[in-house]
């Protein structure tokens, strides 16, 4: 079994406070023109059904809520422990389960001081990262498929197929939005189907995984470092993956900036995002998502609903640490260093836990 190591954990703290304060030189607005090309290029998302009002609007905003938080721990145990919740686990694989997480909420808990004393350089180095955020995720969805801004003519194929996107009819822009129901994306995203066999295994799932979040140790470590943290594991890896920069090297941040200036941001800036819709096909995308609407109120997700989720939801940041910082993950003791996160038996099974008189300071 492996936990993030609280030692190394200080090490990577210190290391992001170490790099320099960033000065990207990026156009003003970038990051909403992006998000608004990347809105233009995607299928366009079913809009909120206007006959929501009142108590009913509430109960979906509430259930959305509750679903979002078991996708999110969904996908984040699947990236670091490879098991599908949703799927259902064995009475093995779970006790495996919540002993590796019980593990990493220890480990992050010793760590908790360290992560409090770091938050104003996480802070401060987020600050300049936040707008390369939307930046990078229009150039990997461009580069999924096959664009690459850094190629002669890109953007002139980019204004061509937003042109293209905006004069989709109205029939095609109706059927994708009866398709982009949220709920169904979310629960498509487990592996779950819309109906009312989705919707059982989902219930099932969203028990069983609320209960064993409340089973394991309260997350002490300050819920605002764990997710700058995570946010920034985010960013380096999206860095290094689409624009080979390793922002912790010495010369990290100038190859940033020789980075950013092989891309047209200026242009990208300057490019004409189109009005996606006529009236008749805004309201043709209206009554598909009242459709919609009623296709998820006819889901029977009641239980789902009244299901607390909040420690799921806090549960997914800290596993999302795992997954994306591989290089923390050490067997407890191996590191050489006295060990903060001590072996427990208890009549819960094997569990794991910070000694409060090695916490990381």
Not at 23 to 50: D, F, M, V, W, Y
Not at 101 to 129: E, V
């Amino acid at each position: 079994m492996s936990c993030l190591c609280p030692s190394k954990l200080l090490d990577l703290l210190e290391r992001l406070a170490a790099v320099p304060p960033l000065s990207l030189g990026l156009p003003e607005g970038l990051g909403e023109q992006a998000r608004s090309i990347q809105a233009g290029l995607g299928p366009p998302l079913a809009l909120q059904a206007q006959a929501q009002v009142g108590a009913q609007a509430q109960a979906q905003a509430a259930l959305m809520a509750r679903v979002s938080a078991m996708a999110a721990l969904h996908a984040a145990v699947q990236a670091a422990f490879g098991l599908k919740l949703a799927a259902g686990l064995s009475a093995q694989a779970r006790a495996d389960l919540q002993a590796g997480l019980a593990a990493q909420i220890g480990s992050l808990n010793a760590g908790g001081p360290a992560l409090n004393t770091h938050l104003p350089a996480l802070a401060r180095l987020m600050s300049p990262l936040a707008a390369l955020m939307a930046l990078l995720g229009l150039l990997q969805s461009l580069l999924a498929s096959g664009l690459d801004l850094r190629q002669p003519g890109a953007l002139a194929v980019l204004q061509a197929r937003l042109q293209a996107r905006a004069q989709a009819s109205a029939q095609a822009q109706a059927q994708a939005s009866a398709q982009a129901s949220a709920l169904a994306a979310l629960m498509a995203s487990m592996g779950l189907k819309a109906d009312a066999q989705g919707a059982a295994q989902l219930t099932s799932a969203m028990q069983a995984t609320a209960s064993m979040s409340q089973s394991l140790p309260a997350i002490t470590a300050p819920a605002q470092g764990l997710s700058l943290l995570a946010a920034l594991m985010s960013v380096l890896a999206a860095l290094r993956s689409l624009l080979q920069v390793d922002l912790l090297e010495p010369a990290g941040p100038s190859r940033l900036r020789l980075a950013l200036s092989g891309l047209p941001l200026a242009g990208l800036a300057d490019l004409q995002v189109p009005v996606q819709a006529s009236a008749r096909a805004t309201a043709a995308a209206e009554a598909a998502a009242q459709a919609a609407a009623r296709a998820q109120a006819g889901l029977p997700l009641e239980a789902a609903a009244r299901i607390d989720m909040r420690a799921a939801a806090q549960l997914a940041t800290a596993v999302q640490l795992r997954a994306q910082a591989p290089r923390l993950m050490r067997a407890p003791g191996s590191c050489g260093q006295p060990c903060p996160v001590a072996p427990l038996q208890g009549p819960g099974g094997l569990g794991f836990q910070a000694s409060a008189a090695h916490s990381i300071p």
